[in-house]
């Protein structure tokens, strides 16, 4: 069940740019989103990247240079700015949470690069 709501996803050429964001729209400051994922059609989803013990920002090689992380101060959004954008970057990208052991994903917005 989506918790997060993931936006800012749509159709773009190569080489052009995008930026998600992601929040929990019950404002449950408890739940901060951490991580972003992607999943292009009939693959597995593969990290994009994600903070780890709350501060260590980790990136996929495929988008080290090309995209960036970032939240607010509160931790309560996060961001993925996605710049040069490629085919291959084709994915429907989702955002998540973890609190209390638990996973908590958004529903996931459509990114298509192509010309």
């Known amino acids: 069940q989506a918790q997060l709501v993931a936006s800012g996803g749509g159709s773009v050429q190569p080489g052009g740019s995008l930026r998600l964001s992601c929040v929990d729209p019950r404002r449950d400051h408890r739940l901060k989103p951490i991580a972003w994922y992607r999943q292009a059609a009939g693959k597995e989803r593969e990290l994009v990247a994600s903070?780890?013990?709350?501060?260590?920002?980790n990136y996929a090689d495929f988008v080290k240079g090309r995209f960036t992380v970032s939240r607010d101060k509160a931790g309560n959004m996060l961001y993925l700015q996605m710049n040069d954008l490629k085919p291959e970057d084709t994915a429907v990208y989702f955002c998540?949470?973890?609190?209390?052991?638990?996973?908590?994903w958004g529903q996931g917005t459509q990114v298509t690069v192509s010309s």
């Open positions: 998540k949470a973890v609190l209390g052991g638990y996973e908590y």
């Open positions: 903070f780890s013990f709350g501060r260590d920002l």
